[in-house]
């Protein structure tokens, strides 16, 4: 077998998960088939590297955990939201997966940059790959006289006689006997082709999902793995040779180790600062921000009393600035990060002063992460709860994490952590969102508040999914106002309606979790 059979078997794998994608989606509600269609491509994928006998990295398959978890709660969180992120973070491990799949080099040892160039990579190799896959299959029925190839061209001239004779005699068939036509009219309906310009619709879907299916195998499992060093990704034309050698240099290389703990940076090509410049700039910015935090201590932290002397009531001093200290954390970031990166220094008191005003700083800005944790708090209880002010709350302590992978590079624990910890952090982040739901986080916590004699904003109910009913329900079911018991019941038939008319065309491929959660909740409720 060689790369002309290899490439007509991803052609095949390519075009059956795009029959499969056309099922799965076409017309249908996303649920279910997500996941499944997930799990499928992932099984295909080792299905085909067991066959062309490629070994998958096994220290990089942890990012199918994350990536099944995101796909998951596509079918379980009605947040479109929260379905786009988690849509979009399955197609990022996805593409990071295809690059490393068979990678000797470990994805936790590599950096941000490595990443996103592997990004870029994966994406251009995935449109690109199918046309020398095309090549090398036609080249496959040309050799018609070399042994073992006459099998393959008579199976394939043979699928492509017999596909239009089955047409016709079913469509005879189907005709004689309605009991077969019943049949034949369940197989159908899976593709629900119902006029011409539907079938060129789905068609064109067939071919773009098996463009993208068999791209990405070729991409994953044919492509050839060079030498390289840890900066420089496979390029997406070296799919067009997908079976030569690696060098002997790198068959016998063993795979990345954890490095010790890296000597102080030395001096490097291209800008870069001393020492000197550095402690003035680390310097100043941390006597800026300790000007701030003795602020803070003396008013915001220390209560009421102080601000009123200053002319403020507390609700207003507090509910304000919480955007602005979150983007000044992100920018110190930044900053240390750049400082890190380009300024050389020597072991000894130069590497100790950096490190010590890098920590201060760190400190300096966990205190103000911690202001503005309370005053998005605060202002949370006094105009209650939405999504533009949950998302930056959660955002805000993976922020605080990341500066703990920073601390953790700083002290050169190990090669590239804070590349890894940002991948754990963006992962996290999402995951946490996942979990708690934020439609119903929301809505429970804005109860909380009108239970608590605070008012509850019900035009804010055109903002949230399904996902808010388990806690919207049950209040309404109980409250005594009749004004808001109208604007509530108004909502849930509305959502009701929604619900009902999905549930007209429902099958197993669009079970999900949150929206049969709720219909079920209201049905009942009817």
Not at 288 to 310: C, K
Not at 413 to 441: E, H, K, Q, S
Not at 510 to 516: E, I, N
Request: net charge neutral; hydrophobic share 55%; with cysteine.
């Amino acid at each position: 077998m060689d790369k002309h059979f290899y490439a007509a078997v991803s052609l095949g794998l390519g075009l059956a998960l795009g029959i499969v994608g056309d099922i799965f989606f076409y017309r249908r509600l996303i649920g279910l088939s997500f996941p499944l269609f997930v799990l499928l491509s992932v099984a295909a994928f080792f299905a085909f590297a067991a066959l062309a006998r490629k070994q998958p990295q096994a220290r990089n398959l942890w990012l199918l955990i994350p990536l099944g978890f995101f796909a998951a709660m596509v079918a379980v969180r009605a947040d479109m939201t929260l379905t786009f992120l988690n849509v979009t973070a399955v197609l990022t491990l996805g593409a990071l997966l295809l690059h490393y799949f068979l990678l000797r080099e470990a994805f936790d040892s590599q950096s941000l940059a490595k990443h996103t160039l592997a990004l870029f990579d994966a994406g251009f190799a995935v449109v690109l790959a199918p046309v020398a896959q095309l090549m090398d299959a036609a080249g496959l029925l040309r050799r018609r006289s070399k042994p073992g190839s006459h099998l393959v061209t008579a199976v394939l001239r043979g699928l492509l006689i017999a596909t239009p004779v089955l047409f016709v005699f079913g469509l005879l068939l189907a005709s004689a006997d309605p009991i077969f036509a019943r049949y034949v009219e369940r197989l159908t309906s899976l593709l629900e082709v119902r006029n011409l310009e539907d079938a060129f619709t789905q068609a064109a879907v067939v071919a773009t999902l098996g463009w993208i299916g068999c791209g990405a195998l070729a991409y994953a499992v044919l492509r050839r793995i060079e030498t390289r060093s840890a900066t420089a990704p496979t390029t997406a034309a070296a799919v067009t040779e997908p079976f030569a050698e690696d060098s002997p240099k790198a068959e016998g290389a063993p795979s990345p180790a954890e490095p010790a703990p890296a000597a102080p940076k030395p001096a490097q090509s291209g800008f870069s600062l001393g020492v000197i410049e550095a402690a003035i700039t680390l310097g100043l910015v941390d006597l800026l921000f300790a000007a701030f935090v003795l602020i803070q201590l003396a008013y915001f932290f220390g209560g009421q009393g102080n601000i009123t002397v200053e002319g403020f009531t507390y609700a207003d001093y507090a509910r304000r600035g919480f955007f602005e200290l979150v983007g000044v954390s992100t920018l110190t970031l930044g900053l240390m990060l750049w400082l890190d990166s380009v300024t050389t220094r020597r072991a000894g008191g130069q590497q100790t002063l950096f490190r010590i005003l890098s920590i201060g700083m760190i400190v300096l800005v966990g205190i103000m992460l911690w202001s503005a944790h309370l005053r998005l708090t605060l202002y949370e209880e006094a105009y209650g709860f939405t999504h533009l002010r949950l998302y930056p709350h959660v955002f805000m302590f993976w922020l605080a994490a990341l500066f703990g992978f920073f601390l953790l590079s700083l002290f050169r624990v190990r090669r590239n952590i804070f590349a890894l910890g940002t991948v754990v952090c963006v992962i996290g982040y999402l995951a946490t969102l996942n979990l708690i739901n934020p439609d119903y986080t929301i809505m429970q916590q804005n109860i909380t508040r009108y239970q608590q004699s605070r008012s509850l904003d019900i035009g804010y109910l055109r903002y949230v999914s399904a996902d808010a009913i388990p806690a919207l329900l049950p209040f309404y079911q109980q409250v005594e106002d009749r004004e808001l018991r109208y604007g509530l019941g108004q909502w849930l038939i509305w959502r009701q309606q929604e619900l009902d008319a999905q549930r007209a065309d429902v099958t197993f491929l669009s079970a999900h979790v949150g929206r049969d959660t709720a219909w079920a909740m209201l049905d009942a409720a009817r």
